[in-house]
């Protein structure tokens, strides 16, 4: 599901902002604005019992979640953190949601304790926050969390103090890029809470210590991504290493079929900071949303993003929010947000030798290509593809994936490149706009004239759009790609 955020908060260009509406991003929940002193973010920290929510007492209490920490566990001293501040703006990307700026500390604060912070002089523009539930709930009496449980705040230079009721795992965030610096931190008054960095940990340290750290949350840090789970569900995982790296093949396989890569120059150059997801008690969108972080509901789900099996055979849930955080917005309209995701779902169901989704029959014996191709073939007046009632989110998916049986997956190799290389000026401004150069841009992507294929789905375009086809330089549509069919 595609959690989506006013455009004033997204972050990216002016340009990108107009056209692309990003997922849940952070909010401030508790921010010291223009904090000038640490005495004055100490004095801030004395009422978060009323800013993180007024009424917070009514709801489950920090032992119930986030969790408690055991009284006799060890409280850290002086442990020294790196922000690096010298990190890319990932506009250029085009993408909804690029990986956020959160720098995991492996450390954890206690409900109510005071966790000191020492930062340098000169060191502006770095907020500090106690917890990973971001997510903002509405304020019912029913749900299984307070409405708001993280506290972020702006660190200045000098001694800070910051106390969150509900405890939470530490984060530093920057919030502003400043090319070739970086900044050691030092926290104190925290507890170590289950971190494995792959590269850095061993597997006999994570065994032998770390996974039994006291703190109830636990994050498994790749190149790639981090997962936050809580500590229960990997006490007794004993291969991160080989989870995370599966991860990471994951994710690669995304970046490979958008056309990202490490060594390639922007716009195609894949993001070098990771993706999160952050299980929760309860979220404020559907089973699983999209955004930085991707947020998924604790349990099952939980355990299962921890198991490497899992994703890779049964993972469509991960697969479905991290193919939102890679749509771009310039061929995303309401019919589909809910649909090119999928292709990358799809995409690794075949990665890893799974049938495809979309082949799997109902009661009635019908596939989604059946179902799919009865609307294809019908006549019926005033046929249209985005219109829900006639057509829903799997029979489109048919659609985008007849174009990939023609021309392959490296068809959308080139759909993405050309769409982060398009200029600004042509980028669409409106559905219309967007179904008319998806038309023009597929049609200039295969090398053929796509407008019979289009027709025939019913996806309506402009005079100008069709226009513009004749105009290119590609060849008539040969084969019947409309029948296309998966068995």
Request: glycine residues 6%; hydrophobic residues 35%; charged residues 25%.
């Amino acid at each position: 599901m595609k959690k989506r955020t006013p455009l004033s908060t997204c972050i990216g260009s002016t340009l990108l902002a107009a056209i692309i509406s990003v997922p849940y991003i952070t909010d401030p929940v508790v921010n010291a604005q223009s904090a000038q002193s640490s005495t004055q973010l100490t004095q801030l920290t004395q009422s978060a019992r009323t800013t993180l929510e007024e009424n917070y007492s009514t709801f489950p209490p920090a032992d119930e979640f986030p969790g408690k920490v055991p009284s006799d566990a060890p409280r850290i001293t002086n442990k020294a953190i790196e922000v690096n501040f010298d990190y890319h703006d990932f506009s250029y990307l085009r993408m909804s949601s690029p990986p956020g700026t959160w720098v995991s500390t492996g450390l954890y604060a206690p409900p109510n304790g005071e966790i000191s912070l020492n930062v340098p002089e000169g060191i502006t523009d770095l907020d500090v926050q106690i917890g990973a539930h971001t997510d903002k709930l509405k304020n019912e009496p029913t749900q299984k969390r307070a409405p708001v449980v993280v506290l972020r705040q702006k660190l200045v230079p000098g001694i800070n103090k910051i106390s969150n009721p509900y405890g939470g795992l530490l984060y530093l965030i920057p919030t502003k890029a400043k090319p070739g610096k970086k900044a050691i931190i030092t926290i104190s008054g925290a507890v170590n809470a289950p971190y494995f960095i792959l590269g850095k940990t061993t597997e006999q340290q994570w065994k032998n210590m770390i996974r039994n750290y006291p703190a109830p949350w636990a994050e498994l840090q790749s190149k790639r991504v981090i997962l936050t789970v809580p500590s229960e569900d990997i006490r007794k995982l004993d291969h991160p290493k080989e989870l995370m790296e599966k991860w990471d093949e994951i994710i690669n396989h995304y970046d490979e079929l958008v056309g990202l890569a490490p060594n390639k120059p922007e716009p195609n150059r894949s993001p070098d900071r990771p993706f999160r997801y952050v299980a929760d008690k309860e979220i404020s969108a559907g089973w699983m949303h999209s955004g930085y972080p991707i947020m998924f509901y604790q349990g099952s789900t939980s355990k299962a993003i921890v198991d490497s099996n899992k994703i890779q055979h049964d993972g469509w849930g991960f697969w479905h929010e991290l193919g939102h955080d890679y749509q771009q917005g310039a061929w995303e309209w309401n019919s589909i947000v809910e649909v090119t995701t999928n292709l990358h779902s799809l995409n690794i169901q075949t990665k890893y030798g799974n049938p495809s989704r979309l082949v799997s029959k109902d009661k009635d014996g019908k596939s989604t290509y059946d179902k799919a191709l009865t609307f294809v073939n019908s006549n019926t007046p005033g046929k249209n593809f985005n219109d829900d009632k006639q057509i829903d989110v799997w029979e489109r998916l048919v659609m985008f994936m007849q174009l990939q049986q023609a021309y392959g997956w490296d068809f959308y190799t080139k759909l993405h490149i050309a769409y982060r290389e398009l200029p600004a000026n042509q980028l669409p401004k409106n559905t219309q706009e967007k179904i008319d150069t998806f038309v023009v841009m597929t049609s200039k992507c295969s090398g053929e004239n796509l407008l019979p294929f289009f027709d025939k789905w019913r996806l309506t375009y402009s005079d100008q759009a069709k226009k513009s086809v004749l105009k290119m330089n590609v060849k008539p549509l040969k084969k019947e790609i409309w029948k296309l069919k998966q068995e």
